[in-house]
Antibody
Framework: EVQLVESGGGLVQPGGSLRLSCAAS????????MNWVRQAPGKGLEWVSY????????YYADSVKGRFTISRDNAKNSLYLQMNSLRDEDTAVYYC?????????????WGQGTLVTVSS | SYVLTQPPSVSVAPGQTARITCGGN??????VHWYQQKPGQAPVLVVY???DRPSGIPERFSGSNSGNTATLTISRVEAGDEADYYC???????????FGGGTKLTVL
């Protein structure tokens, strides 16, 4: 069974940093590209970042570029999101999502999310 | 940047057909994916590549895509289908994933 479990969320002050993790199991993690997607309270889904299976290709949303860094450790079956210079508007539930097995531009499995709250 | 436009809400009676649209410039040239999200839960992929269904998704869920509009169709709507629905594409011109604003489906 495919499982994605996010961790690392919490309360942080504006300007602070946080590192999110996503532990993957039930599939060959090293064969799949991964994404981070966030959802602010009461709002819609917003894509944050993408990383290819070998980490050779990385993309970011304009809203986080230069502040967030996506990475992965295939030996540990883990995905990460380093978030620096956090702003109030970064407050959201952050989901990790696997690129689709049948369509690489979709996301076929999602974690349950971890809440990041940026507030003083 | 590429923009996907969805109606904020759609209402339908049980047993009827719900159609949720997703508008975008020449969206027919892109692969459109649809997600269902119930309150407090993670999104679930219900249609990928315009009209394919992942395993475990009922045949009542179908999709189409042409011109400037993609459509998610839910036949014989049930109370359990009440949720937010999001369309999504990959915008190759900007190398970004784009989500629509979401549509709240209410079952009357």
């Amino acid at each position: 069974e495919v499982q994605l479990v996010e961790s690392g969320g919490g309360l942080v002050q504006p300007g602070g940093s946080l590192r999110l993790s996503c532990a993957a199991s039930g599939f060959t993690f090293s064969s799949y590209s991964m994404n981070w997607v966030r959802q602010a309270p009461g709002k819609g889904l917003e894509w944050v970042s993408y990383i290819s299976s070998s980490s050779s290709t990385i993309y970011y949303a304009d809203s986080v570029k230069g502040r967030f860094t996506i990475s992965r450790d295939n030996a540990k079956n883990s995905l990460y999101l380093q978030m620096n210079s956090l702003r109030d508007e970064d407050t959201a539930v952050y989901y990790c999502a696997r690129d689709g097995a049948y369509s690489s531009s979709s996301a076929d499995y999602w974690g349950q999310g971890t809440l990041v709250t940026v507030s003083s | 940047s590429y923009v996907l436009t969805q109606p904020p809400s759609v209402s339908v009676a049980p047993g009827q057909t719900a159609r949720i649209t997703c508008g975008g410039n020449n969206i027919g040239s892109k692969s459109v994916h649809w997600y269902q999200q119930k309150p407090g839960q993670a999104p679930v992929l219900v249609v990928y590549d315009d009209s394919d269904r992942p395993s475990g998704i009922p045949e009542r869920f179908s999709g189409s895509n042409s011109g400037n509009t993609a459509t998610l169709t839910i036949s014989r709507v049930e109370a359990g289908d009440e949720a937010d629905y999001y369309c999504q594409v990959w915008d190759s011109s900007s190398d970004k994933v784009v989500f629509g604003g979401g549509t709240k489906l209410t079952v009357l």
